[in-house]
Nanobody, 126 residues
Framework: QVQLVESGGGLVQAGDSLRLSCAAAGRAFSTYTMHWFRQAPGKEREFVSSISYNGYSTYYVDFVKGRFTISRDNAKNTGYLQMNSLKPEDTAVYYC???????????????????WGLGTQVTVSS
């Protein structure tokens, strides 16, 4: 079992940057694919980005490509989402999720459990 804690969210203005962190405890973080999702009020959860267990491969949804960068530091059991050029449309609660040696992209591996953090709020003023 893996426990995840997101941090780094906050209130910023359009065009600013934030770096979100996803700290893992309980299991070896280096064996898990990591994903970032987000959910705005009144909307369904949407996929943002993924990174492979070893950091070799990444995947981004089109509306964040070129602005967001996903990374990880397995020695610290922590993943990151660097968000640049933030837009009001990016306002949401951002969630980290991990899957044991899982696939990249929005469709999570169906044969392994998914572990979720509680989220960190990002608010971008217009």
């Amino acid at each position: 079992q893996v426990q995840l804690v997101e941090s780094g969210g906050g209130l910023v203005q359009a065009g600013d940057s934030l770096r979100l962190s996803c700290a893992a405890a309980g299991r070896a973080f280096s064996t898990y694919t990591m994903h970032w999702f987000r959910q705005a009020p009144g909307k369904e959860r949407e996929f943002v980005s993924s990174i492979s267990y070893n950091g070799y491969s990444t995947y981004y949804v089109d509306f964040v490509k070129g602005r967001f960068t996903i990374s990880r530091d397995n020695a610290k059991n922590t993943g990151y989402l660097q968000m640049n050029s933030l837009k009001p449309e990016d306002t949401a609660v951002y969630y980290c999720a991990v899957v044991f040696v899982g696939r990249l992209g929005p469709h999570l591996s169906p044969n392994e459990p998914v572990y979720w953090g509680l989220g960190t709020q990002v608010t971008v003023s217009s």
